[in-house]
């Protein structure tokens, strides 16, 4: 294949992409090497190639890009932010969270003992705030202690009972024999009207037998009632 | 939007070869991009093909407005006037920036004709394939390969004029 000056500046480019097939990049190569035109040409464009790959990319200006933000959606829609923002609001995500921000301030000014019937302003100054809820935690704190100790007292008693049910020796031993007269659960001296009736009054007598064999101060206590 | 503005900056700079007028062709791209952004079809190209053409399209324009100021018949004249009022205006930093070899490469891409640059630097410097190249400038295949081989041709001779010889 021949090859002359014209075509090697022609295909310079591809030559230098490696974009010419065998046949020619040989042809290219033996023209170049031998003549005294092409070769500088094609040694000064590879350099200068060489010296564009070396340029590094320039770095813009840090406010660049802030400056673009405001030439474009800073000014050109400056007239529709407040809608847009307004159309921002409408999203369920800010809506969730708006009614549970409105829901917990309910339930904390409540908490508070916040009078919604008659709001006052003084209501929610910090101190009153503070004070209302000092003492709705101290009322918190009484009320859940009396609560405790009175389940505590409860237990106690249906432990006991349920241990006198399940041992009748015990029962025996510990329960005191009230008088053979007077019937169990009867009070006004009558005859109960039914079975189920008379199965209540006697496990209440048994309770109360029971209540004043644990609690025997107790016991003296209503039976010193009971005696006048 | 930050490789964009870099990617878009260092084409104005290069083609301008002055940070200040980079600086502001690359804010009117992004201004026109955003105002056009209707017109953009995913057919016709990637977005990133798409605003090198817009920014192809202003550079040009630029071109041609910085050319009737200068009231010049030929650009061989007017191109040493750019690079006047380039060499008053870099600062400091800039010339840091440009190394010996970068600077004198630099300074020769601007003594190109306007068709030979861009083409030199969409092929050179942005990495751009020949078909993308084709759509930046919408012209046929055959002659973006022209215009960079006239292009990469034309550089080594200002370079060589300049005192810039391979080793």
């Known amino acids: 294949m021949t090859w002359t000056c014209e075509q090697t500046e022609a295909r310079l480019s591809d030559y230098l992409d490696g974009l010419l097939d065998a046949a020619e990049w040989t042809a290219f190569n033996q023209h170049v090497n031998t003549c005294a035109v092409c070769t500088p040409l094609v040694a000064s464009v ?17 406010n660049l890009e802030m400056a673009i933000v405001r030439a474009t959606v800073g000014v050109v829609h400056t007239k529709y932010d407040f809608w847009a923002w307004l159309r921002g609001l409408q999203s369920p995500r800010f809506v969730y969270s708006a009614v549970s921000v409105a829901a917990t301030i309910v339930l904390l000014l409540t908490a508070t003992g916040f009078n919604w019937r008659k709001p006052k302003l003084a209501d929610l100054a ?19 202690t009396k609560f405790v100790s009175d389940l505590r007292v409860v ?35 009558t005859n109960p009207s039914s079975p189920k009736q008379q199965n209540r009054a006697d496990e209440i007598g048994r309770s109360l037998r029971v209540l004043a064999c644990e609690f025997p101060i107790l016991s003296g206590a209503l039976v010193d009632r009971r005696v006048p | 939007m930050r490789r964009h503005t870099r990617r878009i900056f260092n084409i104005c700079y290069r083609f301008t070869g002055n940070r200040t007028e980079a600086e502001d062709l690359t804010q009117d791209v992004f ?3 955003y105002r056009t ?40 004249d007017a191109m040493p ?3 006047n009022k380039e060499s008053v205006a870099r600062r400091p930093d800039e010339q840091a920036l440009l190394g010996e070899l970068s600077g004198q490469v630099q300074s020769a891409l ?21 078909i993308e190249i084709q759509r930046v400038l919408a ?11 006239r292009g990469r041709i034309e550089l080594a001779r200002i370079l060589q004029q300049m005192g810039v010889r391979p080793a």
């Open chain 1, 46 to 62: 590879a350099h200068t190639l060489g010296g564009l790959y070396a340029l590094e990319q320039v770095e813009p200006p840090p």
């Open chain 1, 126 to 144: 910090p101190a009153t705030i503070y004070r209302n809820a000092d003492a709705r935690v101290h009322l918190v704190y009484a009320r859940s």
């Open chain 1, 155 to 189: 237990y106690e008693i249906q432990s006991r009972m349920n241990e006198a049910d399940q041992n009748p020796a015990m029962r025996e031993e510990t329960i005191p024999q009230s008088s053979p007269k007077k019937e169990p659960g009867r009070t006004d001296n």
């Open chain 2, 31 to 33: 201004l026109r991009v």
């Open chain 2, 37 to 76: 952004l209707a017109s953009y079809r995913a057919a016709h190209g990637g977005f990133a093909t798409w605003m090198t053409s817009v920014t192809r399209n202003l550079l040009i324009d630029h071109y041609r407005r910085t050319k009737r100021d200068r009231v010049t018949d030929s650009l061989d």
């Open chain 2, 81 to 83: 006037v750019v690079e």
């Open chain 2, 110 to 130: 601007t003594r190109l004709s306007p068709e030979l640059r861009e083409a030199v630097i969409l092929r050179d410097l942005q990495q751009l394939e020949y």
């Open chain 2, 139 to 149: 012209v046929p295949e055959g002659t973006v390969k022209s215009r960079i081989n």
